[in-house]
């Protein structure tokens, strides 16, 4: 809202809800945009019953709390999130060890003698005895 757009007038504003009348002046400005609000769609505070007000009030509670059914499908997919990158993690970690056990197994069997290579000696040539 600005002055150019809804100049003051000279006699000030009435409210057709209550009769209330705000000067035209400065301090009658910001009486009447409190009266009216900001919101040209919005209703005259005139206009609001107690009820309206205390549900309003406990709506900007909840709102303050996080306490609204947005904030708690947030926190529902926020932990969803969080346990399935745990999951993602342990699987991972799972993997690395079954990787790690594997390759010590093929490391072990690549450490063994090669039997075509280097034959196992046999009988008294592999004791060194003279026949
Ligand atoms: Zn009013």
Redesign the pocket.
């Known amino acids: 809202m600005n002055a150019e757009t809804y100049p003051t007038p000279a006699e000030g504003w009435t409210?057709f809800?209550?009769g209330?009348h705000f000067a035209g002046n400065f301090r009658g400005w910001q009486e009447a945009l409190h009266?009216f609000g900001e919101n040209v769609q919005g209703d005259?505070?005139?206009q609001y019953t107690a009820r309206q007000v205390r549900a309003m009030e406990d709506q900007l509670r909840r709102f303050r709390e996080e306490d609204t059914p947005r904030d708690r499908y947030l926190h529902k997919i926020q932990a969803e999130h969080a346990v399935a990158v745990r999951r993602a993690e342990e699987e991972g970690y799972a993997r690395g060890l079954r990787d790690a056990a594997e390759q010590s197994a093929i490391e072990r069997e690549s450490q063994k003698p090669c039997f075509a290579c280097d034959p196992p000696a046999s009988g008294a040539a592999a004791t060194g005895e003279a026949q």
């Open positions: 409210c809800h209550c209330t009266h005259a505070w005139c």
